[in-house]
């Protein structure tokens, strides 16, 4: 479960922003750099930053964009606009042949498996399973943005959007090594 670290800033995000977008911009772009400098500290390639470094680059313009303009429209679909940037991060690296799952997986598998094809194929795979998850999510939140649904609403509509690729995540891999063996 070590790829969900990534999505902290993400989750705090979600969850401090009914203080104010601006506070939760901020915590999420405070979260992104401390778990940067921390994986840079332990010696973590950059392929494995990826999730962080795309991070870091939307918290910082969404910080700055609430704070200069705090009551921009902008606000309103920031849930939507969060999660097509996590999918286009998602789907820009399936485009490169670089899965933002790959450097992750890297980091819990020994070296000898790196190179293996069913390896890059899973970790394609889970790329691809976390890009249409975010897609969908950017898209049912852009949708309940316009009809104006509530909170509880849109945050379940989030969770779902990290939960349900975080699970299949867990057991796509064991399902695989599972055919392998039989």
Known sequence: MNYLRGFIPWIAFAVLSS?????????GLVLAVGLFVQGQRKGTPLDSQVLEISTIVYFVALTALSFLAPLSPVRDFVGAISMAWLALTAWGGLAVKRPFTLGIA?????????????????????????????????????????????????????VAGFVVPAIFTAKYPERVRARQTA
């Open 106 to 158: 890297k980091q819990q598998t020994p070296k000898e498996y790196w190179h293996m094809p069913v390896f890059l194929r899973i970790n394609v795979v889970l790329t691809m399973a976390w890009a249409i998850a975010f897609t969908v999510t950017a898209a049912a939140l852009a949708a309940l943005d316009v009809a104006h649904a509530g909170t509880v609403v849109t945050i379940l509509v989030q």
């Open 19 to 27: 203080l104010g977008w601006q506070w939760g911009a901020l915590a």
